[in-house]
Protein backbone atom coordinates (compact mmCIF):
# COMPACT_ATOMS: atom_id res chain seq x y z
CA UNK A 1 0.00 0.00 0.00
CA UNK A 2 1.09 3.65 -0.62
CA UNK A 3 2.23 5.60 2.41
CA UNK A 4 1.35 9.00 0.40
CA UNK A 5 -1.76 11.32 2.48
CA UNK A 6 -1.07 8.88 5.42
CA UNK A 7 -2.15 12.31 7.68
CA UNK A 8 -5.07 13.14 5.68
CA UNK A 9 -6.36 9.28 5.70
CA UNK A 10 -5.15 8.83 9.34
CA UNK A 11 -8.63 7.84 10.15
CA UNK A 12 -8.72 5.10 7.81
CA UNK A 13 -7.80 2.20 9.74
CA UNK A 14 -5.62 -0.16 6.54
CA UNK A 15 -5.79 -3.24 8.82
CA UNK A 16 -9.77 -3.05 8.49
CA UNK A 17 -9.68 -2.67 5.19
CA UNK A 18 -8.07 -5.59 4.20
CA UNK A 19 -10.45 -8.04 6.60
CA UNK A 20 -13.49 -5.78 5.06
CA UNK A 21 -12.25 -6.60 1.65
CA UNK A 22 -12.33 -10.28 2.26
CA UNK A 23 -15.94 -9.72 3.33
CA UNK A 24 -16.48 -8.45 0.29
CA UNK A 25 -17.98 -6.02 1.97
CA UNK A 26 -16.49 -3.00 0.09
CA UNK A 27 -17.12 -4.24 -3.22
CA UNK A 28 -20.81 -4.58 -2.60
CA UNK A 29 -20.93 -0.60 -0.64
CA UNK A 30 -19.19 0.16 -3.64
CA UNK A 31 -22.52 -0.60 -6.09
CA UNK A 32 -24.31 1.88 -4.12
CA UNK A 33 -21.26 4.58 -3.64
CA UNK A 34 -22.45 6.44 -6.78
CA UNK A 35 -26.17 6.87 -6.24
CA UNK A 36 -25.57 7.70 -2.14
CA UNK A 37 -23.12 10.33 -3.70
CA UNK A 38 -20.34 9.14 -1.99
CA UNK A 39 -17.32 9.65 -4.54
CA UNK A 40 -15.65 12.89 -4.49
CA UNK A 41 -12.58 13.82 -6.64
CA UNK A 42 -9.88 15.89 -5.49
CA UNK A 43 -7.83 18.26 -7.80
CA UNK A 44 -4.11 18.51 -7.89
CA UNK A 45 -2.49 21.71 -9.53
CA UNK A 46 -0.53 21.37 -12.40
CA UNK A 47 2.58 23.73 -12.94
CA UNK A 48 3.89 24.86 -15.93
CA UNK A 49 7.57 25.20 -14.38
CA UNK A 50 8.94 28.08 -16.51
CA UNK A 51 6.63 30.29 -15.38
CA UNK A 52 5.35 29.09 -12.48
CA UNK A 53 1.74 29.63 -12.91
CA UNK A 54 -1.17 26.88 -12.42
CA UNK A 55 -2.51 25.17 -16.22
CA UNK A 56 -3.94 22.46 -14.58
CA UNK A 57 -5.00 19.60 -12.04
CA UNK A 58 -5.57 16.50 -12.23
CA UNK A 59 -8.83 14.71 -11.00
CA UNK A 60 -8.20 12.27 -8.55
CA UNK A 61 -11.13 9.96 -6.99
CA UNK A 62 -11.93 9.30 -3.20
CA UNK A 63 -14.62 7.01 -1.43
CA UNK A 64 -16.19 9.24 1.54
CA UNK A 65 -17.22 6.04 3.30
CA UNK A 66 -19.73 6.13 5.70
CA UNK A 67 -18.01 3.96 7.89
CA UNK A 68 -14.37 3.89 6.77
CA UNK A 69 -13.52 7.58 5.90
CA UNK A 70 -12.07 9.02 3.62
CA UNK A 71 -10.71 5.47 1.22
CA UNK A 72 -8.18 6.22 -1.10
CA UNK A 73 -8.35 5.05 -4.45
CA UNK A 74 -5.80 1.88 -4.56
CA UNK A 75 -8.11 0.55 -2.13
CA UNK A 76 -11.14 0.56 -4.59
CA UNK A 77 -9.93 1.34 -8.26
CA UNK A 78 -9.20 -2.62 -8.43
CA UNK A 79 -12.22 -3.25 -6.79
CA UNK A 80 -14.49 -1.37 -9.21
CA UNK A 81 -12.40 -2.46 -12.18
CA UNK A 82 -12.75 -6.12 -11.16
CA UNK A 83 -16.79 -6.02 -10.87
CA UNK A 84 -16.69 -3.88 -14.00
CA UNK A 85 -18.20 -0.70 -12.51
CA UNK A 86 -15.11 1.31 -13.32
CA UNK A 87 -17.68 1.79 -16.24
CA UNK A 88 -20.28 3.61 -14.18
CA UNK A 89 -17.53 5.30 -11.74
CA UNK A 90 -15.75 6.82 -14.94
CA UNK A 91 -18.60 7.77 -16.38
CA UNK A 92 -19.88 9.69 -13.14
CA UNK A 93 -15.84 11.27 -12.65
CA UNK A 94 -15.67 12.20 -16.53
CA UNK A 95 -19.06 14.31 -16.12
CA UNK A 96 -18.12 16.01 -12.22
CA UNK A 97 -14.79 17.44 -13.99
CA UNK A 98 -16.80 18.81 -16.64
CA UNK A 99 -19.58 20.41 -14.54
CA UNK A 100 -16.42 21.35 -12.38
CA UNK A 101 -14.33 22.65 -15.46
CA UNK A 102 -17.88 24.92 -16.34
CA UNK A 103 -17.87 26.28 -12.33
CA UNK A 104 -14.04 27.31 -12.98
CA UNK A 105 -14.64 28.70 -16.25
CA UNK A 106 -17.87 30.87 -14.77
CA UNK A 107 -15.35 32.13 -11.92
CA UNK A 108 -12.93 33.09 -15.10
CA UNK A 109 -10.29 30.57 -14.09
CA UNK A 110 -9.34 28.86 -17.22
CA UNK A 111 -7.24 25.47 -16.35
CA UNK A 112 -7.73 22.46 -18.00
CA UNK A 113 -7.92 18.76 -15.74
CA UNK A 114 -6.67 15.02 -16.45
CA UNK A 115 -8.98 12.21 -15.59
CA UNK A 116 -7.86 8.68 -15.12
CA UNK A 117 -8.69 6.25 -17.29
CA UNK A 118 -8.17 1.98 -16.52
CA UNK A 119 -7.43 -0.57 -18.88
CA UNK A 120 -11.05 -1.80 -18.08
CA UNK A 121 -12.54 1.75 -19.81
CA UNK A 122 -10.68 1.37 -23.18
CA UNK A 123 -12.26 1.16 -25.57
CA UNK A 124 -15.72 0.27 -24.92
CA UNK A 125 -16.22 1.61 -21.32
CA UNK A 126 -15.44 5.15 -22.31
CA UNK A 127 -15.91 5.99 -25.58
CA UNK A 128 -14.97 9.35 -27.70
CA UNK A 129 -18.37 9.45 -28.27
CA UNK A 130 -19.38 9.20 -24.22
CA UNK A 131 -16.31 12.10 -23.52
CA UNK A 132 -17.64 14.16 -26.45
CA UNK A 133 -20.89 14.10 -24.67
CA UNK A 134 -20.26 14.78 -21.53
CA UNK A 135 -18.14 18.18 -22.40
CA UNK A 136 -20.95 19.53 -24.55
CA UNK A 137 -23.37 18.63 -21.87
CA UNK A 138 -21.47 21.55 -20.04
CA UNK A 139 -20.07 23.36 -22.40
CA UNK A 140 -16.68 22.24 -22.17
CA UNK A 141 -14.17 22.93 -25.10
CA UNK A 142 -12.25 19.60 -25.87
CA UNK A 143 -8.97 20.77 -25.20
CA UNK A 144 -9.47 21.60 -21.90
CA UNK A 145 -9.96 17.73 -21.24
CA UNK A 146 -6.55 15.02 -20.81
CA UNK A 147 -7.14 11.19 -20.55
CA UNK A 148 -4.47 9.91 -18.43
CA UNK A 149 -3.61 6.28 -19.59
CA UNK A 150 -1.15 3.97 -18.46
CA UNK A 151 1.70 2.20 -20.62
CA UNK A 152 -0.38 -1.25 -19.59
CA UNK A 153 -3.70 -0.22 -20.68
CA UNK A 154 -2.71 0.85 -24.12
CA UNK A 155 -0.35 -3.05 -24.56
CA UNK A 156 -2.80 -4.51 -26.29
CA UNK A 157 -2.36 -2.63 -29.14
CA UNK A 158 -5.53 -3.97 -30.84
CA UNK A 159 -6.41 -2.19 -33.68
CA UNK A 160 -9.65 -0.99 -31.18
CA UNK A 161 -6.86 0.51 -28.97
CA UNK A 162 -5.28 2.45 -31.62
CA UNK A 163 -8.61 4.14 -32.58
CA UNK A 164 -9.96 5.29 -29.54
CA UNK A 165 -6.88 6.78 -28.98
CA UNK A 166 -6.22 8.52 -32.76
CA UNK A 167 -10.07 9.57 -32.09
CA UNK A 168 -9.94 10.88 -29.07
CA UNK A 169 -7.15 13.10 -30.32
CA UNK A 170 -8.44 14.27 -33.69
CA UNK A 171 -11.66 15.46 -31.56
CA UNK A 172 -9.09 17.89 -29.62
CA UNK A 173 -9.05 15.98 -26.63
CA UNK A 174 -5.39 15.93 -24.72
CA UNK A 175 -3.97 12.37 -24.10
CA UNK A 176 -1.20 11.56 -21.66
CA UNK A 177 0.44 8.90 -21.01
CA UNK A 178 0.72 8.34 -16.95
CA UNK A 179 3.64 6.58 -15.60
CA UNK A 180 6.01 6.68 -17.76
CA UNK A 181 9.19 5.19 -17.24
CA UNK A 182 7.14 2.39 -14.86
CA UNK A 183 6.48 -0.04 -17.65
CA UNK A 184 7.54 -0.58 -21.61
CA UNK A 185 8.55 2.32 -22.56
CA UNK A 186 10.40 2.64 -25.33
CA UNK A 187 10.98 5.10 -28.31
CA UNK A 188 9.32 2.36 -30.94
CA UNK A 189 6.32 2.77 -28.45
CA UNK A 190 5.90 6.30 -28.48
CA UNK A 191 6.06 6.23 -31.93
CA UNK A 192 3.07 3.91 -32.19
CA UNK A 193 0.86 5.27 -29.75
CA UNK A 194 0.58 9.19 -30.09
CA UNK A 195 -0.20 11.25 -27.33
CA UNK A 196 0.40 14.81 -26.30
CA UNK A 197 2.13 13.93 -23.09
CA UNK A 198 3.84 12.01 -20.97
CA UNK A 199 4.21 12.11 -17.01
CA UNK A 200 7.37 10.92 -15.53
CA UNK A 201 6.51 8.36 -12.82
CA UNK A 202 7.10 9.76 -9.39
CA UNK A 203 9.91 7.11 -8.48
CA UNK A 204 12.43 8.82 -11.00
CA UNK A 205 11.57 12.14 -9.36
CA UNK A 206 11.95 11.14 -6.13
CA UNK A 207 15.47 9.55 -6.31
CA UNK A 208 17.00 11.79 -9.20
CA UNK A 209 18.74 13.89 -5.99
CA UNK A 210 21.04 10.81 -4.78
CA UNK A 211 20.75 8.58 -7.88
CA UNK A 212 22.49 9.88 -10.91
CA UNK A 213 20.76 7.25 -13.85
CA UNK A 214 17.28 8.60 -12.65
CA UNK A 215 18.19 12.25 -13.30
CA UNK A 216 19.84 11.00 -16.47
CA UNK A 217 16.64 9.09 -17.81
CA UNK A 218 14.10 11.89 -16.71
CA UNK A 219 16.78 14.25 -18.65
CA UNK A 220 16.64 12.06 -21.59
CA UNK A 221 12.90 11.51 -21.36
CA UNK A 222 12.82 15.54 -21.58
CA UNK A 223 15.19 15.59 -24.66
CA UNK A 224 13.58 12.60 -26.40
CA UNK A 225 9.82 14.29 -26.09
CA UNK A 226 11.11 17.26 -27.13
CA UNK A 227 12.08 16.21 -30.23
CA UNK A 228 8.50 14.48 -30.97
CA UNK A 229 6.99 17.65 -30.04
CA UNK A 230 5.84 15.96 -26.80
CA UNK A 231 5.20 17.61 -23.25
CA UNK A 232 6.54 16.27 -20.37
CA UNK A 233 5.24 15.74 -17.00
CA UNK A 234 6.80 15.57 -13.78
CA UNK A 235 4.73 13.64 -11.00
CA UNK A 236 5.58 13.50 -7.17
CA UNK A 237 7.66 16.79 -6.76
CA UNK A 238 7.91 17.20 -3.35
CA UNK A 239 11.17 19.39 -2.46
CA UNK A 240 12.58 23.01 -3.81
CA UNK A 241 15.42 20.64 -4.89
CA UNK A 242 13.48 18.44 -7.02
CA UNK A 243 12.02 21.38 -8.46
CA UNK A 244 15.22 23.12 -9.23
CA UNK A 245 16.74 20.45 -10.67
CA UNK A 246 13.42 19.60 -13.18
CA UNK A 247 13.81 23.46 -14.14
CA UNK A 248 17.41 23.11 -15.13
CA UNK A 249 16.39 19.87 -17.19
CA UNK A 250 13.74 22.30 -19.13
CA UNK A 251 10.75 19.66 -17.77
CA UNK A 252 7.48 21.79 -19.09
CA UNK A 253 4.83 20.85 -16.17
CA UNK A 254 5.18 19.37 -12.92
CA UNK A 255 2.85 18.45 -10.02
CA UNK A 256 3.33 17.01 -6.39
CA UNK A 257 3.23 17.69 -2.66
CA UNK A 258 5.63 20.59 -2.75
CA UNK A 259 3.03 22.75 -4.75
CA UNK A 260 0.12 21.25 -3.30
CA UNK A 261 -1.71 17.86 -2.13
CA UNK A 262 -4.80 16.82 -3.86
CA UNK A 263 -7.57 19.18 -2.35
CA UNK A 264 -11.17 19.33 -2.78
CA UNK A 265 -12.68 21.93 -4.96
CA UNK A 266 -13.34 23.82 -1.86
CA UNK A 267 -9.51 24.03 -0.96
CA UNK A 268 -8.66 24.81 -4.76
CA UNK A 269 -8.63 28.61 -4.76
CA UNK A 270 -6.52 28.68 -1.59
CA UNK A 271 -3.82 26.35 -2.94
CA UNK A 272 -3.36 28.38 -6.29
CA UNK A 273 -2.86 31.52 -4.00
CA UNK A 274 -0.02 29.14 -2.22
CA UNK A 275 1.62 27.99 -5.50
CA UNK A 276 1.41 31.52 -6.86
CA UNK A 277 3.47 33.24 -3.33
CA UNK A 278 6.03 30.13 -3.65
P1 LIG B 1 -1.64 8.23 -10.34
O1 LIG B 1 -2.55 8.48 -11.48
O2 LIG B 1 -0.22 7.92 -10.65
O3 LIG B 1 -1.81 9.50 -9.40
C1 LIG B 1 -0.75 10.10 -8.70
C2 LIG B 1 -0.75 9.69 -7.23
O4 LIG B 1 0.39 10.27 -6.60
C3 LIG B 1 -1.96 10.20 -6.47
O5 LIG B 1 -2.27 9.23 -5.50
C4 LIG B 1 -1.42 11.46 -5.82
O6 LIG B 1 -2.12 11.85 -4.67
C5 LIG B 1 -0.02 11.04 -5.50
N1 LIG B 1 0.89 12.17 -5.38
C6 LIG B 1 0.82 13.38 -5.99
N2 LIG B 1 1.86 14.16 -5.65
C7 LIG B 1 2.64 13.43 -4.83
C8 LIG B 1 3.87 13.69 -4.13
O7 LIG B 1 4.47 14.76 -4.23
N3 LIG B 1 4.38 12.70 -3.36
C9 LIG B 1 3.74 11.49 -3.23
N4 LIG B 1 4.29 10.58 -2.43
N5 LIG B 1 2.57 11.21 -3.86
C10 LIG B 1 2.03 12.17 -4.65
P2 LIG B 1 -3.79 8.80 -5.23
O8 LIG B 1 -4.69 10.01 -5.31
O9 LIG B 1 -3.82 7.98 -4.00
O10 LIG B 1 -4.14 7.90 -6.48
C11 LIG B 1 -3.53 6.65 -6.64
C12 LIG B 1 -3.84 6.04 -7.97
O11 LIG B 1 -5.23 5.69 -8.07
C13 LIG B 1 -3.60 6.99 -9.14
O12 LIG B 1 -2.22 6.99 -9.45
C14 LIG B 1 -4.45 6.34 -10.22
O13 LIG B 1 -3.76 5.27 -10.82
C15 LIG B 1 -5.62 5.79 -9.42
N6 LIG B 1 -6.78 6.70 -9.55
C16 LIG B 1 -7.08 7.81 -8.84
N7 LIG B 1 -8.23 8.37 -9.25
C17 LIG B 1 -8.68 7.58 -10.26
C18 LIG B 1 -9.83 7.63 -11.13
O14 LIG B 1 -10.69 8.53 -11.07
N8 LIG B 1 -9.95 6.62 -12.05
C19 LIG B 1 -9.01 5.63 -12.17
N9 LIG B 1 -9.21 4.69 -13.10
N10 LIG B 1 -7.93 5.57 -11.38
C20 LIG B 1 -7.76 6.53 -10.44
CA1 LIG C 1 -2.57 9.84 -13.16
CA1 LIG D 1 1.05 8.73 -12.34
CA1 LIG E 1 0.13 5.32 -10.72
Not at 61 to 86: C, K, N, T
Request: aromatic share 8%.
Amino acid sequence: ARSQGGRRWSQFDQGMIHAVERRHNLASDLRLAIERDELRLHYQPIVDLASGRVVGAEALMRWQHPAHGLVPPDYFISLAEQSGLINDIGAWCLDTVCAQLAAWQADGLDIHVTVNVSARQIPDGLTPAHVVAAAARHGIAHQRIGLEVTEGSLLGESAATLEWLDSLRQAGFRVYLDDFGTGYSSLAYLKRFRVDTIKIDRAFVRDMGRIASDRVMIEAVVMMASGLQLKVVAEGIETAEQLAMLRAIGCHFGQGYHFSRPVPPAEFPAALARIASL
